[in-house]
Structure formats: C-alpha cells, structure tokens
C-alpha cells in the first residue's frame, strides 16, 4: 500500500472519529444490538429451515397467490356485516340441527334402503312410476273439473221431460252419441284391467 494511502486512510478515521458523538455512538451500538439479538431470534426459531420451501414458493408464484388469497379473506373479512354474520351462523346453526335430526331418525338406514333400491333397479321404476301418476293425476283432476262443470251446466236447465220421446231426443244430437261411446269405452276399460270380473 502507497504511504499516501495509509495517511489518506488514517485522516478518514480520525475524521469519523471526531463526527461522531455520544449519542451517535450509542443509537449505533443500539442498532447493532438490536440486530444481533434479531439474528438470533430468527436462528433459533429455525427460519433458516423454512427458507428452502420460502424460495420454492416465490418461485412457482404461490407465494403471489397466497397474498391474493390474504387480501380476498381481508377484503370479505371487512365486507361481512354483522347482520351476514348473524345470518350465516344461523344458517350453520339450522344446518347443524338438520344433520342432527337427520341422524337421529336414522337417515343411514334410508340411505341402505335407497342403495338397495338403485342395486335392484326399483329407483328407475319408481321414477317411471312417478311420472305416469303425475300425469294420471293431471287426468284426474280434468275429470273432476269436467264433472264439476257437468253439474253446474245441468243444474242452470229445465228437468228433463222423462218418457221415450226425451231419450230419443237426446240420442239424436251426436255430441251425446259419442259421450255415450266414449263412456262404454271407459267401462270396457275398466273390466278388462280388473279380469272382467
């Protein structure tokens, strides 16, 4: 090294040394200190061990996606009112008493029940079943409808007259003909579902 340098060198030194002050010195020492006993927190919680999968996630951008997903639970965690609060502990509270009435009256029988029935092919033929009954139901509901409309209708119109000349008349118009078709139809029906008897 260069005299010059060396003298150069010293002038720095004592030009540093006659800066600083007390307090200077001692914010620095407390500096230090406190740096020194954050490195030694941080070496005896083992951070060191965790700073491999730290580096794996800053990697692969989970550790982007991890934040994401802090500041959405912030964001909705500040969003939430009291009143959702409220109502999404009751809707846990009722579910909860559902699961355990559920239990109690033995749901995990029905579900037996429910398998065994989907083994055996009966769910489809309920299913089938189903749809047919609607439909009978939709049947049946016109029926009564037309009945209720056939006894409002006779109940606006004279008595009839009696004798053969009213049941000729009646037999003459066509619209009572075909009534009369369909319902021997119907009847016929009905014997030959029930054996004929």
């Not at 150069?8 to 006993?37: H, K, Q, Y």
């Not at 509270?93 to 009256?105: H, K, P, T």
């Not at 398998?115 to 749809?131: H, K, M, P």
């Not at 009646?170 to 139809?185: K, M, V």
């Amino acid at each position: 090294m260069d005299p010059n340098d060396t003298l150069e060198l010293e002038r720095v030194t004592a030009a540093a040394r006659d800066a600083l002050t007390d307090e200077m010195v001692s914010r620095l020492s407390a500096t230090a200190a406190d740096g020194i006993d954050l490195l030694d927190q941080i070496n005896r919680s083992g951070v060191g061990k965790a700073l491999p999968a730290l580096a794996q996630l800053v990697a692969n951008g989970d550790l982007d996606r991890l934040v994401a997903l802090a500041r959405t639970y912030g964001a909705a965690q500040d969003a939430m009112t009291d009143e959702m609060v409220s109502r999404m502990a009751e809707t846990i509270g009722a579910s909860l008493s559902l699961m355990d009435r559920l239990n109690r009256a033995g749901v995990d029988r029905l579900v037996g029940m429910l398998e065994q029935l989907a083994s055996s092919g009966a769910l489809e033929r309920l299913d089938v079943l189903a749809d047919r009954l609607g439909a009978g139901l939709n049947l049946l509901e016109h029926v009564v409808g037309a009945i209720d409309a056939a006894g409002r209708e006779m109940s606006t119109q004279p008595a009839a007259g009696g004798g053969l000349g009213g049941m000729w008349q009646l037999l003459r118009q066509r619209e009572n003909q075909e009534t009369l078709r369909f319902l021997f139809a119907v009847g016929r029906s009905l014997r030959g579902q029930s054996g004929g008897r």
